[in-house]
């Protein structure tokens, strides 16, 4: 049974899968697999997983890619296998078989939600759409029409998403949907912010400005000039922070917070130290006063260096809890924040947005005089010392690599003054929150 169990993929595409999971490298099996998701054959890369799964101890996955693999024309087996690679972290292994299920049994609302669920975590909104789109009529309001209107809003097709929208029935007027409540206000917030954005910004596949204020509400303050034209539109990947950036930002928060017309009355600290720098440099451009950070306080500017970073602190999830639901008024800015890894509240306002980032103040990477690697130390002056250091920085933009167009105070200004009205309203979840969907056991 074990030799059975075991022999080798015939497909040559899946042999790499198959030695790494040999010197019992999972997370290089994954990688390989994800390779060839789409291609090798869907029994076989069952086979693989499960092999995987049992190593890793996933009982559930490796019990479904077993019987898919000795059946790979049962649609249960189908589902059931993408259902376990969606729970298990893995949904692009679940696509393919998801896929098929729901060509065999065309009629199954689980295999369906189960397929836009995985397409939803690999990010593929616009292959939801069509899926979804391909049973239109016989749609669910609730999930399927809002799952519909959701992608098309997350693909960019806002026509589409704005009349799937206006489709739904209200939610609160029968008990069994009204626990689709939340999901409705946060999908109608996020067309109101297009609709006001849409004279001040392109919205297009390269507008990440436009974009992260659709999607949760934030004004982004600076753009990286490095690897616009490789799909970076303005994000940085791993960054060693500078303190003339910081400086840029946080002058790009007053720009933002002038053409709102939103005037804080001080500066609310955090208690971590990366916070608290921030904030004290925050106040001395703003010309504002500081005081401890107490909650829900109208016209009080709250800054995090990064939220992800905040919620390490020993009270940082409480205080995440609290800035869920912000005092009117009360504005959180959020300098650099981490687009690989969204942190569970998306910030009113935020400097810039990050895959990794070495603060300034921090141990970084330096060239010694030799050209030789070496490191530098971490500035462990007082958090005002170097907030000084911040204000007396050279806010002048990097030139980059060249591939990023001007982005001039005037962009940023012009979508702001636009979106005044609708800035600091609307729910303020996540930003990657879609909703209460959850996964169906059966098919």
Known sequence: ????????????????????????????????????????????????????????????????????????????????????????????????????????????????????????????????????????????????????????????????ARRQHERLPDPAADPDDRIWLPARDRQRAMLERAASAAGATPLDHRDLRGWQYVMGGSLLGTLSPYGFDEGMHGRYAFLQESYDLCLRALLRLKLVLEATGVRPEAVA??????????????????????????????????????????????????????????????????????????????????????????PAWAEQMRLDENGEVGTAPADDRPEAEIAAEITAADPTPDEGDGSAPADPDERPAQLASAVADTWLRGPRGGVADTGPVSSSRFL
């Open 269 to 358: 600290l955090l208690p971590d130290r990366d916070s608290r720098i921030m904030g004290l440099a925050a106040a001395e451009v703003l010309e504002l006063p500081v005081r401890p950070f107490e909650g829900a306080e109208p016209g009080t500017l709250v800054v995090a260096h990064d939220l992800n970073g905040l919620a390490e602190d020993e009270r940082g999830r409480e205080i995440l809890a609290a800035l869920r639901e912000r005092a009117p008024g009360q504005v959180l800015h959020e300098h650099a924040s981490c687009w690989t890894d969204p942190p569970v509240v998306a910030a009113d306002s935020v400097g810039l947005l990050h895959q990794h980032l070495t």
């Open 1 to 160: 049974m074990f030799s059975r169990k075991n022999r080798r993929p015939k497909s040559p595409e899946l042999h790499a899968a198959w030695e790494s999971l040999d010197s019992g490298d999972v997370p290089g099996a994954l990688r390989a697999l994800r390779a060839v998701a789409e291609t090798a054959p869907l029994a076989e890369v069952a086979q693989v997983t499960a092999r995987a799964a049992a190593t890793a101890g996933f009982d559930d996955l490796r019990d479904a890619g077993e019987a898919l693999a000795a059946h790979p024309e049962r649609a249960q087996n189908l589902y059931d296998f993408g259902y376990a690679c969606v729970e298990r972290g893995v949904p692009v292994l679940a696509i393919p078989a998801l896929r098929e299920a729901v060509r065999l049994v065309p009629d199954s609302a689980a295999a369906l939600r189960e397929l836009v669920s995985a397409y939803e975590r690999e990010g593929r909104h616009r292959e939801a759409v069509t899926a979804l789109s391909a049973r239109e009529e016989s749609l669910a309001d609730w999930p399927d029409r809002y799952l519909l209107a959701y992608n098309a809003l997350m693909s960019g097709d806002l026509d589409l």
